[in-house]
């Protein structure tokens, strides 16, 4: 899959081969299933087991119970996101990493039962009715955040995988695309060129050289970004504007207030009736480009 919520920091705008869905897109699929596929099954076996026992109930009833709980998790998921970005990381540190997990957690626990709570008031309201919860606000709570704690280390474990394969598949689609155009190219001579500038880049505590020309497009990931070859992605904390001052001015555009491009991989531009672009790039992949900046990747 193709990745929101984006190390997108910011969610990604890049398309896989064979998907047409956008990252955004998708992932507002992975969260809508995760959450009301469980929560559409549980309706129809409440709805069973009463009609089995002889104790028929109103369909409105479990679907407020159900769909008032998926709709409370799915407004604190940002919360989940929060802390994928904001997490200086396992191995760097550890004590703070799980410090703003347990947080956001609990703030997870709380903004959904708050809303799955009012939700259900609201709803028995309006058909007339008074919503008796099972046991005391501070029993529910106790009973709800364990089962919290437990989406809230699903949904980010989903999360954390689907970034890094959305990154594994970038690197395998460049890898493919470079082999099937070595194999396709004509031999040729080797000719004797003197070697480009190279950009050097500190990657945690190794320093990596990489000359522009192999650079395939940069993105903004928070604090930190994304550099792209055919071999690898590169994670450095470094601005974009940082990133961008130290390239050459003739072979990389910016299309987007969090993306760099390498004219060189750029196949072919669609209009979008937005006025935005999509961009085909020669490795198979497709990216955004943003209508502010149309002027300068349209020039020539």
């Known amino acids: ?6 190390a997108e920091g910011t969610a990604q705008a890049v398309m896989l ?4 869905l956008s990252a ?4 507002a699929l992975v969260w809508l299933v995760f959450y009301f596929l469980p929560t559409t ?4 076996s409440v709805l069973s087991e009463h009609k089995r026992d002889g104790r028929p109930i109103a369909a409105w009833e479990p679907m407020c119970w159900e769909y008032s709980s998926a709709l409370g998790g799915l407004a604190a998921l940002p919360l989940v ?9 396992w191995a760097r540190a550890p004590l703070r990493t799980l410090g703003l997990h347990l947080l956001l957690m609990i703030a997870y626990g709380v903004v959904h039962i708050s809303l799955m709570m009012g939700l259900r008031v609201i709803v028995y309201a309006l058909v007339g009715g008074h919503y008796h919860s099972a046991g005391s606000w501070a029993d529910i709570f106790l009973y709800e955040v364990r089962k919290d704690a437990l989406t809230y280390l699903i949904a980010a474990a ?3 995988m689907g970034r890094q394969l959305v990154r594994l598949s970038r690197v395998v689609a460049l890898v493919e695309a470079q082999q099937a155009a070595a194999v396709s190219a004509p031999a040729a001579a080797p000719a004797a060129v003197e070697p480009p500038a190279r950009l050097e880049l500190k990657v945690g505590t190794r320093r990596v ?8 497009q940069v993105s903004a990931a928070g604090k930190y970004v994304e550099i792209m070859t055919a071999e690898r992605v590169h994670l450095v904390r470094r601005s974009l504007a940082d990133i961008q001052s130290d390239l050459p001015p003739h072979l990389f555009v910016r299309v987007h207030r969090s993306r760099l491009l390498n004219r060189a991989t750029i196949q072919r531009v669609d209009s979008r009736p937005s006025g935005d672009l999509d961009i085909t790039l020669t490795t198979g992949l497709t990216v955004t480009a943003s209508r502010r900046y149309k002027t300068d990747l349209l020039q020539v």
Not at 17 to 20: K, L, S
Not at 24 to 27: F, H, L
Not at 209 to 216: C, D, G, Q, R, T
């Open 1 to 6: 899959m193709s990745t929101a919520p984006a």
């Open 17 to 20: 081969p064979g998907w047409r």
């Open 24 to 27: 955004r897109a998708t992932w």
């Open 41 to 44: 099954i549980n309706v129809l």
């Open 81 to 89: 996101y929060l802390a994928i970005r904001r997490a200086p990381g």
């Open 158 to 160: 989903i999360l954390t």
């Open 209 to 216: 050289f990489v000359a522009p020309e192999e650079i395939i």
